[in-house]
């Protein structure tokens, strides 16, 4: 099966994660992709296949050649859940073939249309294959183009007995987009002595560098009185929200900022006068600014409760995973091997700080270093969604190539 069929066929089921949800995996839909991926696996000869039915992961070993026993143990991983920024329900993917590099009309009824003007970066598909969506819901390249490359790549190398390569072991993890993919992730289990995320991006992007991360949540408590009478007395909660956001620097707001440059991002606000919430996200590469963030952050509300009355403001802060570059630079000749093979494809390796983060951001802090690969999709998270079939079959060959270079080096001696 191509690497566009397995797409076609995995971007139809629905698995968008729920941030709300206390449920593990957080939607059923993830164990529908999850038992799929399991059943594929065993039909093409993959070894070890643990379908983790209370947490949703998917292991499973594509055995090592003769006499490469001793290569590292290397890991593949990629989640299976979508964003909920938007809905994965009832997706109709549509093939584009030969790009002509204008815009695209993604659904002429509602007027949605994929501009070039504010998506340049897909001039660079021009001439070749597009997979879009009908404007209605995201299409599920994050990270469904990543599971079905590392699909086509094991099945690849279980047919090509010529190809020498060392064990890989492959795994599948739910709920990335709301920070809880590694949650139950046995790395004990997955047995790799290093891993990579395929996980969003252009072939030949290379990051392992993230932001350090934490998400926070306010409960402003106001009191409701009656306009007519309400001179000092009113406390409206939802004015006490604004305001809470006046006090943190506007400059450092993620629709103005780039590269390493950190932010806070208000992703939710609700409430009345009486109650509001807003939830937070705050983010920066650099952990010293990070922390610098996060304390002002709490000045902000000390600020507040100070100014009407201690209780006003409560904060609920919690730091969701750090920069892995620190856990990555022990281990450089992963960053080193992808190079030499992206090279001998015809990629020009791009090392780009990631503006968020992945599994392999809080892999690599469980002893599992994971730094993550581009998979040929762009404008995730959202209804302009798009994956270029020749990119994702740049990068199955470009996992074939690293099983094989990995195949050619001796375990402990990989530092």
Request: with cysteine; glycine share 12%; net charge negative.
């Amino acid at each position: 099966m191509s690497v566009l069929e397995r797409f076609l066929r995995y971007v139809k089921i629905d698995t968008r994660s729920d941030e709300a949800s206390g449920s593990v995996p957080s939607t059923a839909g993830q164990h529908e992709l999850a038992r799929l991926l399991a059943g594929e696996l065993g039909q093409m000869g993959a070894k070890e296949i643990v379908y983790d039915r209370e947490h949703c992961y998917v292991y499973a070993t594509v055995p090592a050649s003769p006499g490469c026993q001793d290569a590292p143990v290397l890991g593949l991983i990629a989640h299976m859940d979508t964003s909920p920024a938007m809905s994965g329900a009832g997706v109709k993917p549509r093939l584009i073939t030969g790009y002509d590099g204008r815009d695209i009309v993604l659904n002429e009824k509602e007027g949605i249309v994929l501009r070039v003007q504010d998506f340049p970066e897909i001039a660079d598909c021009r001439g070749r294959d597009l997979v879009v969506t009908d404007g209605t819901t995201l299409l599920g390249a994050d990270d469904k183009a990543g599971v079905a490359e590392i699909m086509t790549a094991a099945e690849y190398l279980l047919t090509h007995p010529e190809i020498r390569h060392g064990q890989i072991r492959i795994g599948f993890t739910p709920d990335e987009e709301i920070g809880r993919g590694t949650d139950h992730f046995d790395v004990k289990l997955f047995g790799a002595d290093c891993a990579y995320t395929v996980d969003g991006g252009a072939p030949g992007e290379l990051e392992y560098e993230n932001f350090n991360a934490a998400g926070a949540r306010l409960l402003i408590r106001g009191c409701s009185v009656h306009p007519g009478a309400a001179k000092g007395r009113m406390k409206n909660a939802l004015l006490i929200a604004m305001e809470f956001q006046s006090l943190l620097p506007v400059s450092e707001n993620p629709m103005y900022t780039q590269g390493r440059e950190g932010f806070y991002h208000l992703d939710a606000l609700g409430g009345s006068v009486e109650q509001a919430q807003a939830d937070y996200i705050i983010r920066d590469h650099d952990r010293q600014k990070f922390e610098e963030k996060k304390k002002l952050f709490l000045e902000a509300a000390r600020f507040l409760n100070a100014k009407y009355g201690e209780g006003t403001v409560t904060v609920s802060l919690r730091d969701s995973y750090y920069n892995m570059r620190q856990a990555i630079e022990p281990h450089m000749y992963m960053i080193d091997l992808v190079k030499e093979a992206m090279g001998e494809l015809g990629l020009a390796p791009c090392e780009v700080p990631i503006r968020g983060g992945t599994d392999g951001a809080r892999l690599s802090f469980m002893g599992l270093p994971c730094p993550n690969l581009g998979t040929g999709g762009g404008a995730c998270h959202g209804k302009f969604e798009y994956a270029c079939v020749q990119s994702m079959e740049t990068v199955t060959k470009l996992l074939i190539r690293l099983a094989e270079k990995y195949g050619e080096r001796k375990r402990g001696a990989n530092e």
